[in-house]
């Protein structure tokens, strides 16, 4: 039914017209053809003077009331150091570019208006005039050429490249049909190197290099990207298939990741995301509900988030490249470093994919120091005799014998450390096997494999006195003998705080 309306209403309209051109041929035949075109092209010329004056006024005051909400106007200035300068270049030429619209504008419909047809008027023919030619050659040439060298003192001063001695944050983006795979250097501030020969979906999607100690602690952001403020900042960007585009519109800067073409751009971060919204508070329009349905939901600049959006047209997901960047202190900052693991450690370490398996990390050297320092520290510290037993959770054998496996030499080391910094502490070794075997045999290997672990020590320097060990084979469990997850519990060689 409603299309049938439709239909009638547009019909009727053509009728009206129809009738209308009728009634005009018929008042030029009463009144003369020369009379009704002048009355035609007074009331055309008027209408166009008039057109230009509302045109001209809804346009300059369109500006004037959505400025608030265009980038580089009202709470929307930029968040980054470079970013005045991209807004500066845009204004001049916002302002060059009004100037010339508004007037050509005000000529072409004034033009239209003194210059319509009257009785008694003749067109002037003019072949060529060098005034006018020198005046809309020179004066553009002028404008364009200080627009030119604005621009190009701002390219210079945004896209220069850093040096090695620079101090810089550099993360890595790979755009992908649809979203980001965003590398984050770790604590040594460095991105490891990638090939592409070592890309293998679903195992090493981006070719991380696992040998080159650099991509050790490497991390793969899977969430919200944190940037610290008042840092420079160095986006490496990539593609692994079809054109996208990196754009931080808070912060001036947008470039196309290109497959097999890597590009980049430098930025640094001077508002944090909750100065920028402490900003947008003072604007009324940013204080209502941010969900219109829900009138008592946040406003609107309590849940602002600056955002990383891809500016092509990429595909029908498009809209999903979409991530949330935090631009925090320092502080803040580091904090969230501490709470990130390694890709390479939580996903690589130890698999077949690992490239180091079988051998110690100088952090997990590191570490196993510290965890065991703690552990005797706490040993010392109770009254409890309990607690004066330490488990040696890094010394290992080869299978069914005595000798020590060359993984176990970093905790020995560490604790022959502690021990030379506690010269009066004495401690007996026990060596503990699961239930497997016979149980004089697995007496026989505990109590060998402690001797191996005092020998060691022995030989490190200690002295004799300190040092007794016992075995204790298969009679003190301490997991389930009946599970593979229980007999590795029970192989273990503890020590034991005799006295202090």
Same mark, same amino acid.
């Given at each position: 039914m409603t299309g049938l309306i439709a239909f009638l209403i547009i019909g009727l309209?053509?009728?009206?017209?129809?009738?209308?051109?009728?009634?005009?041929?018929?008042?030029?035949?009463?009144?003369?053809?020369?009379?009704?075109?002048?009355?035609?092209?007074d009331r055309t010329a008027f209408w166009c003077v008039a057109f230009m004056v509302v045109f001209l006024i809804l346009g300059t005051g369109s500006m004037y009331y959505y400025k608030d909400v265009m980038l580089g106007y009202g709470p929307h200035v930029s968040a980054s150091e470079h970013g005045g300068l991209i807004d500066g270049l845009f204004h001049s030429t916002l302002i060059v570019t009004y100037i010339v619209f508004f007037i050509t504008h005000v000529l072409l419909f004034w033009y239209a208006y003194k210059y319509r047809s009257r009785e008694g008027n003749k067109a002037q023919f003019i072949s060529h005039n060098n005034t006018i030619e020198i005046i809309w050659t020179v004066i553009p040439a002028i404008v364009l050429t200080f627009l030119v060298v604005k621009g190009l003192v701002a390219w210079n001063n945004i896209m220069p490249d850093l040096g090695p001695d620079d101090e810089?944050?550099?993360? !890595?983006?790979? =755009?992908?049909?649809?979203?980001?795979?965003? #590398?984050?250097?770790?604590?040594?501030?460095?991105?490891?190197?990638? *090939?592409?020969?070592?890309?293998?979906?679903?195992?090493?999607?981006?070719?991380?290099?696992?040998?080159?100690?650099?991509?050790?602690?490497?991390?793969?952001?899977?969430?919200?990207?944190?940037?610290?403020?008042?840092?420079t900042v160095r986006v490496r960007i990539t593609s692994k298939d079809v054109l996208h585009n990196f754009y931080l519109p808070h912060f001036r800067v947008k470039m196309d990741a290109i497959p097999g073409l890597p590009t980049y751009f430098i930025f640094r971060p001077t508002t944090t995301t909750e100065e920028y919204r402490q900003e947008l508070r003072?604007?009324?329009?940013?204080?209502?509900?941010?969900?219109?349905?829900?009138?008592?939901?946040?406003?609107?600049?309590?849940?602002?988030?600056?955002?990383?959006?891809?500016? !092509?047209?990429? =595909?029908?997901?498009?809209?999903?490249?979409? #991530?949330?960047?935090?631009?925090?202190?320092?502080?803040?900052?580091? *904090?969230?470093?501490?709470g990130l693991e390694s890709t390479y450690m939580t996903t690589v370490r130890g698999t077949d994919n690992d490239p180091r398996k079988g051998q110690l990390l100088d952090i997990e050297i590191k570490d196993r120091a510290i965890e065991l320092k703690s552990d005797f520290q706490n040993a010392l510290s109770s009254e409890?005799?309990?607690?004066?037993t330490i488990l040696l959770k890094h010394v290992f054998y080869d299978t069914g014998s005595e000798a020590l496996s060359d993984l176990s030499k970093h905790e020995l080391?560490?604790?022959?450390?502690?021990?030379?910094?506690?010269?009066?502490?004495?401690?007996?070794?026990?060596?503990?096997?699961?239930?497997?075997?016979?149980?004089?045999?697995?007496?026989?290997?505990?109590?060998?494999?402690?001797?191996?672990?005092?020998?060691?020590?022995?030989?490190?320097?200690?002295?004799?006195?300190?040092?007794?060990?016992?075995?204790?084979?298969?009679?003190?469990?301490?997991?389930?003998?009946?599970?593979?997850?229980?007999?590795?519990?029970?192989?273990?060689?503890?020590?034991?705080?005799?006295?202090?």
């Open positions: 309209l053509a009728v009206i017209v129809v009738q209308i051109g009728k009634v005009s041929d018929l008042a030029a035949k009463i009144r003369g053809e020369e009379e009704v075109a002048q009355q035609s092209n810089y944050l550099e993360i !890595e983006a790979t =755009g992908y049909q649809f979203g980001w795979d965003i #590398r984050h250097p770790g604590n040594d501030g460095k991105l490891g190197t990638k *090939d592409y020969r070592l890309i293998r979906p679903g195992v090493n999607s981006l070719g991380i290099d696992w040998t080159d100690d650099k991509s050790m602690d490497d991390i793969l952001l899977q969430d919200v990207i944190y940037l610290p403020v008042d840092t003072k604007y009324p329009e940013w204080n209502e509900p941010y969900d219109v349905t829900d009138p008592e939901s946040e406003p609107r600049w309590k849940v602002f988030e600056y955002e990383l959006a891809c500016a !092509e047209l990429c =595909g029908t997901g498009h809209y999903s490249m979409r #991530r949330i960047l935090k631009i925090v202190s320092q502080e803040e900052y580091n *904090d969230w470093l501490l409890n005799a309990i607690d004066k080391d560490n604790l022959t450390n502690i021990m030379k910094a506690n010269p009066t502490v004495k401690v007996e070794l026990a060596g503990h096997t699961d239930s497997q075997g016979e149980d004089t045999s697995n007496l026989a290997l505990s109590q060998s494999r402690a001797e191996s672990v005092m020998n060691y020590l022995l030989n490190k320097g200690l002295a004799a006195n300190r040092l007794t060990y016992t075995g204790h084979g298969e009679t003190l469990p301490i997991g389930d003998n009946g599970t593979d997850a229980g007999k590795e519990q029970n192989r273990r060689t503890e020590l034991r705080i005799v006295s202090q």
